[in-house]
């Protein structure tokens, strides 16, 4: 089946830096999604994108959609405490009925 | 409601025991989807639902997991005969259409299953 793959597991980053995750896929996917979970919650969904090479931004956060289509890399800039979390990106393919896919997600942790 | 609920949000329960969890989607929304969380693990898809029926139950784990979905709206996950690897975090998400191309699935705070 098909499969996101993100790394490292767990990323460690002082508050203030930028930091930047990728999430690659040995399929094409026509959409991809970053959501960002807290402790004791559900995902909630931070940026989406639908075309290659779309660079898309909120607040703090940028998403771009890889050019391949089997890419799309997150960037959070300035990082502060409460972007500790887990982030997962997550991809549909091409098909009516194709679901998500999700990566495993990195765990970010910021130090003050 | 404003978004999508789960209950209960935490169960324990002794090994061989049933359970049932349930998810109310956002209002309106038509898709249902019940996703499996293990430690340091993504998500798992079990099950989606496009109103009442179930185009997609490649997920259920194995029979003892069932779902359904009554009047387009509230759903219920049920794990007959409980087993300890089914401790985990259990989601629920809903979204306006399955398959749109531009879908969005909004997810539940989800139910923290442990199987003592």
């Known amino acids: 089946g098909q499969q996101l793959n993100q790394s490292p597991q767990s990323m460690f980053i002082q508050e203030g830096e930028d930091v930047s995750m990728n999430c690659t896929s040995s399929s094409i996917f026509n959409t991809w999604l970053w959501y960002k979970q807290d402790p004791g919650e559900g995902p909630v969904l931070l940026i989406a994108?639908?075309?290659?090479?779309e660079l898309t931004s909120n607040g703090r956060l940028t998403a771009q959609f890889g050019i391949t289509r089997k890419d799309s890399f997150l960037n959070i800039s300035a990082s502060i405490p409460s972007d500790v979390g887990i982030y997962f990106c997550?991809?549909?393919?091409?098909?009516?009925?194709?679901?998500?896919?999700f990566g495993k997600g990195i765990t970010l942790s910021v130090r003050p | 409601g404003a978004g999508v609920s789960q209950s209960p949000s935490n169960k324990v329960t002794e090994k061989g025991k049933d359970v049932e969890l349930r998810c109310d989607p956002i209002s309106g929304h038509t898709a249902l989807y019940w996703y499996r969380q293990s430690l340091g693990q993504g998500l798992e898809f079990l099950i989606y639902?496009?109103?009442?029926?179930?185009?997609?139950k490649s997920g259920l784990p194995s029979d003892r997991f069932s779902a359904e979905r009554t009047g387009g709206s509230v759903s219920t996950l049920t794990i007959q005969r409980t087993q300890q690897e089914d401790s985990a975090v259990y989601l629920c998400a809903s979204s306006r259409l399955a398959g749109g191309p531009r879908e969005t699935q909004y997810f539940g705070p989800g139910t923290r299953l442990l199987v003592l």
């Open positions: 997550a991809g549909r393919a091409t098909g009516a009925n194709s679901k998500l896919t």
């Open positions: 994108l639908y075309k290659a090479g």
């Open positions: 639902f496009q109103g009442n029926s179930a185009p997609d």
